[in-house]
């Protein structure tokens, strides 16, 4: 059971953060620009307090009430409902809600220095010649998914942590 739950949890979180479908060669110097524009794209609302007219007052207290030292986030609807990012600590987050107000997931974006001790090692050991670019977490329950973006002098590979469990996701060869 846990294995299929792995699976699965690393498979949506994949198809959701591979869909912006990146090459081999931008993968390295584009992730976290990429990330951030995706998370960061919000409405053309000019004052962000006009377009929380828009939002479901039950996302708005949600987020309230999960981020209270945040200021200063963006809010945008959606086709799907809505969503708040922003960026503290240098970790750019993005959490969506449903057309409800009810709490989808929480995106995180940062470097390897914020990833959490266990994963990096984690890595480092299965992968002792990569060096760590960058994470994705996504949090839709109790225990995040982690993408993790590695490289070395000849891959870029995407590893998929759930749970202690590593997935190779998605691997690429650089072109020199």
């Given amino acids: 059971m846990k294995n299929t739950i792995k699976t699965f949890a690393v498979t949506v ?6 869909s912006y479908n990146a ?10 620009e990429n990330a951030a524009s995706v998370m960061l794209t919000h409405s053309n609302e000019k004052d962000n ?7 479901h007052p039950r996302a708005v207290e949600e987020f309230q009430r999960s981020f209270r030292d945040v200021t200063g986030e963006k809010w945008a609807k959606t086709s799907d409902g809505y969503f708040a990012s922003f960026t503290k600590d240098s ?5 969506d809600y449903n057309r409800k107000g009810r709490w989808l997931e929480t995106i995180r974006y940062y470097g390897e220095k ?11 050991k299965s992968y002792n010649n990569y ?3 960058g994470a994705t977490e996504v949090s839709f329950d109790n225990d995040p998914v982690y993408m993790v973006y590695i490289q070395n002098e000849s891959h870029i590979k995407i590893i998929g942590v759930y749970q202690g469990d590593m997935t190779e996701v998605e691997s690429h060869k650089r072109v020199q």
Wanted: aromatic share 2%; no cysteine; glycine share 0%.
């Fill in 91 to 95: 970790v750019q987050t993005r959490v």
């Fill in 13 to 18: 979180v994949a198809a959701v953060l591979l």
């Fill in 49 to 55: 307090s006009n377009a929380l007219s828009n939002i």
């Fill in 23 to 32: 090459t081999a060669q931008s993968v390295a110097s584009r992730l976290f």
């Fill in 114 to 124: 914020k990833l959490p001790a266990d994963v990096s090692n984690s890595i480092k």
């Fill in 131 to 133: 060096s760590i670019l």
